[in-house]
């Protein structure tokens, strides 16, 4: 096995841009690695090793010919397949999307081509990126790297797996509930949602498009902080996007310093029910070590974060109702029963019924329910209003406090099967990272240990205001640091080799 | 009392353009009145007094120059139809038999 594939994203794009090590041994010993472990944890549903190779040789050339390549030029990166892509297929892990090939690329995409990024395939998902376990994919469950029995989180599941076993240093993934941060913290790395609007949505096909948030993927917090900068900042095909700087999250994750800054201890996300023993540990001495590296901490009071479930689960749906309507078997994409008799509203119906998984399903009608007259006011309304409340609680709290803490999850992750017919239990995985969502702010998942009853990651919530990244990546990087110190290494090396 | 019935959710369902299987209706009749029961909390705090947000961010009205950019050629729109008929989209009928 090639020592390449343990270096970070920093180091690997340092040697190629000094010419020590081409772009494309470096993207060979990562194919090398994944034709290894795929067989094991099924992360990737396209892997395209000549178009990578393809793309190495070109950073190659351009770095031959004298000119100055970024910092990420040659590194290789797996490509959450929601993103639009034209040399790959683009499937959303859905039977609707088989083989489909998109004739654009999303803003994301381009933005990683641009940078030198190697894109090595596309990782699997949640179909549509609803669910919390990638099991809802259409073709295969992916497994987690530090127990094959069990989830690797999701809806991003793939990529944090790709990532944890390192099959790649850097991957892209979407947040629209938790599906970056929740698998970064039950595979052991680290996952962030920016601010929405920092990343663009342009080519990310819509599931809930006032909560997806595109985001990076990586095994620590200065190669995540490179790769956000790398995709974010104003896009002006995406009329959501943010006409702002991007953070500078590059510089906070190098500063790594929290003296002096005042840490909220979110009271709701620690006394609730449902928390693992050994994840309400690992998070009380993480807010233990911030307070000995100089920061002042408090506990926080947010209400209304009792409501943000429920109210996820109205506006998620809804969107999703409206915007999967597009996959009407018309244009592209698959067709079902198209026999010359049927209608195309019959076409419609039989297509939809035999490319879309139950969850799908559930939530499509779930949404139509809570956005049918009568019921408008109840369940839509209402829900809105929470949202209303969450970013007040959200406001308040930033009053007093820089950032926010709380465990990413209520638990580690759990076993293949064990939730995939029981919606609710499911849902319950995102609990703590759905706030953020809901009002938009930044927040970041950084590994904080080991759960004792399992011997399963568990992942530290950093919280920050709208367009704050920056304050996620610093306290990220000063927890990182110090507990790399404790730990002698990075906690993945405790991770079983695969 | 339950929250949807199962006449609801196949109704759900044609609006939804779903053509399920009565199994499936069973399954989802179940799943989505406990989901419903579960998410109505919302209404508790959802007082009167408070806005609605449909959003996160305070955005309205973004503008872009009306710039001219290349499109996709029909070639490239309809390379990925299911069916095509003499440059355009093949569609199953739309209208009725009568019409």
């Known amino acids: 096995m090639s020592e390449l594939i343990r270096k970070t994203a920093a180091e690997l ?69 929601i993103f639009t892509t034209v040399d790959m297929p683009t499937t959303a892990a859905s039977k609707i999307l088989e083989g489909w090939r998109p004739p654009y690329d999303a803003t994301v995409t381009r933005r990683l081509r641009e940078a030198g990024l190697v894109i090595v395939g596309k990782t699997n998902l949640d179909e549509f990126a609803m669910g919390s376990s990638t099991e809802n994919s259409a073709y295969k469950p992916t497994r987690n790297p530090w127990d094959l029995t069990r989830v690797p989180g999701g809806s991003s599941g793939g990529s944090a797996a790709a990532v944890a076993a390192y099959a790649v240093p850097l991957a892209t993934g979407t947040d629209t509930g938790g599906s970056i941060r929740q698998p970064a913290a039950v595979t052991g790395i680290v996952g962030t949602k920016p601010t929405y609007g920092g990343s663009s949505r342009y080519g990310l096909i819509a599931f809930a498009s006032s909560l997806d948030t595109p985001g990076p993927f990586a095994r620590n917090v200065l190669d995540a902080a490179l790769l956000h900068e790398a995709f974010s900042g104003h896009d002006p095909l995406d009329s959501t996007s943010i006409n702002a700087p991007v953070p500078p999250v590059v510089e906070a994750a190098r500063q790594a310093d929290v003296s002096g800054l005042r840490i909220g201890v979110i009271k709701e996300f620690v006394e609730g029910e449902g928390y693992q023993r050994g994840v309400l540990r690992r998070f009380t001495e993480a807010v233990e070590l911030l307070e000995k590296l100089g920061a002042k901490t408090i506990e926080i009071s947010c209400p209304s974060f009792a409501y943000a ?73 209402s829900a809105q209003k929470v949202r209303t409340l969450i970013a007040r609680d959200f406001e308040a709290a930033f009053q007093q406090v820089d950032v926010l803490v709380s465990p990413t999850t209520p638990t580690t992750a759990f076993k293949l099967g064990e939730r995939v017919d029981d919606p609710m239990a499911m849902y319950l995985a995102d609990l703590c990272t759905i706030p953020s969502n809901l009002a938009g702010n930044a927040a970041i998942s950084v590994p904080c240990g080991l759960a004792e009853e399992d011997n399963l990651p568990v992942g530290l919530q950093i919280i920050a205001p709208v367009l704050g990244d920056d304050r996620c990546y610093r306290v990220g990087a000063a927890v990182e640091k110090a507990l790399e110190e404790r730990w002698g290494g990075p906690l993945l090396k405790e991770a079983p080799s695969l | 009392m339950s929250a949807i019935t199962r006449d609801e ?46 959003h996160a961010l305070p ?16 070639q490239q729109a309809l390379d990925q139809a299911p069916a095509v008929e003499d440059d355009r989209f093949r569609v199953p009928r739309i209208l009725g038999e009568e019409a």
Not at chain 1, 18 to 46: C, N, W, Y
Not at chain 1, 341 to 354: D, G, H, I, K, N
Not at chain 1, 356 to 378: C, H
């Open chain 1, 13 to 81: 794009g340092r040697l190629v841009a000094s010419g020590e090590v081409s772009a494309v041994e470096v993207t060979q010993a990562h194919l090398d690695r994944i034709a290894e472990v795929e067989p094991k944890i099924d992360a990737f549903l396209h892997v395209a090793a000549d178009a990578a190779l393809e793309q190495a040789r070109a950073v190659d050339e351009r770095r031959a010919k004298g000119e100055r390549l970024g910092p990420l030029a040659g590194v290789p990166i797996a490509h959450k397949d």
């Open chain 2, 9 to 54: 959710v196949a109704h759900l369902a044609r609006l939804s353009r779903l053509a399920l299987t009565d199994e499936e209706l069973d399954h989802f009749a179940g799943q989505l009145d406990q989901i419903i029961a579960a998410v109505a909390r919302v209404a508790e705090v959802a007082t009167d007094d408070i806005p609605p947000s449909s």
């Open chain 1, 309 to 381: 479930l429920p109210a996820y689960y109205l506006i998620a749906p809804s969107e999703c109702s409206s915007n999967l309507a597009r996959f009407d078997a018309m244009r592209y994409g698959l067709r079902i029963g198209d026999d010359g008799t049927r209608s195309a509203e019959e076409v419609m119906a039989l297509t939809r019924a035999a490319g879309f998984g139950p969850e799908v399903k559930r939530r499509i009608m779930l949404g139509t329910y809570a956005l049918s007259s009568g019921y408008y006011d109840a369940y839509y309304g």
């Open chain 2, 59 to 74: 955005l309205t009205n973004v503008f872009r120059p009306d710039e001219v950019r290349p499109g996709l050629t029909p």
